[in-house]
């Protein structure tokens, strides 16, 4: 009787995600869940980002200013089912990518060019070395560790000198 004096109705039960991701949506999220149309949102902002610098890119640099205010839709305006998002292609070909990588090669030490594989030891001169070789003295390192705990110690302890009083 107090429903329908009010005009509340309560929710028959609860509604699953339109997207079949298995949590709850709720009708403020246009029956999606919260990840989901969060999704959506970043989705639609990309789309208006990459239609705004398309029509940069034809229209010329000059003439539009770049960046435009986004303003959420209305949850009626939008179907879930048109959103499309533009395709990004890398620079470069995935085989010239991954190649770099395969031409590396194994890990060798840089003084007795021993496979070490992923048992090597990075020094701080930069190079890669064996278990022989891991210390600065045993491979001729050009690293200064003087001036390097100089500068750290001085970074670390900042003078503190306090200011004169003045006499009254």
Same mark, same amino acid.
């Given at each position: 009787?107090? /429903?329908?004096?009010?005009?509340?109705?309560?929710?028959?039960?609860?509604?699953?995600?339109?997207?079949?991701?298995?949590?709850?949506?709720?009708?403020?999220?246009?029956?999606? %869940?919260?990840? %989901?149309?969060?999704?959506?949102?970043?989705? /639609?902002?990309?789309?208006?980002?990459?239609?705004?610098?398309?029509?940069?890119?034809?229209?010329?640099?000059?003439?539009?200013?770049?960046?435009?205010?986004?303003?959420?839709?209305?949850?009626?305006?939008?179907?879930?089912?048109?959103?499309?998002?533009?395709?990004?292609?890398?620079? /470069?070909?995935?085989?010239?990518?991954?190649?770099?990588?395969?031409?590396?090669?194994?890990?060798?030490?840089?003084?007795?060019?021993?496979?070490?594989?992923?048992?090597?030891?990075?020094?701080?001169?930069?190079?890669?070395?064996?278990?022989?070789?891991?210390?600065?003295?045993?491979?001729?390192? /050009?690293?200064?560790?003087?001036?390097?705990?100089?500068?750290?110690?001085?970074?670390?302890?900042?003078?503190?000198?306090?200011?004169?009083?003045?006499?009254?």
């Amino acid at each position: 009787m107090e /429903q329908d004096e009010t005009g509340c109705r309560a929710p028959e039960g609860p509604i699953l995600c339109i997207n079949n991701c298995g949590f709850f949506g709720s009708a403020a999220t246009m029956n999606m %869940c919260s990840k %989901c149309h969060k999704d959506m949102i970043l989705k /639609q902002e990309q789309a208006k980002l990459a239609a705004s610098s398309i029509d940069s890119l034809v229209n010329g640099s000059g003439s539009g200013s770049g960046k435009e205010p986004v303003v959420p839709g209305n949850a009626g305006d939008v179907a879930v089912g048109s959103m499309e998002t533009p395709k990004v292609i890398p620079a /470069q070909p995935p085989d010239v990518l991954g190649s770099s990588e395969a031409k590396e090669g194994p890990n060798r030490c840089s003084t007795c060019r021993k496979r070490v594989g992923l048992t090597g030891f990075s020094c701080r001169c930069g190079n890669l070395f064996c278990a022989a070789h891991r210390y600065s003295d045993k491979h001729d390192c /050009q690293f200064d560790y003087r001036k390097a705990a100089q500068a750290a110690i001085a970074k670390a302890n900042p003078i503190v000198k306090a200011e004169k009083l003045d006499k009254i």
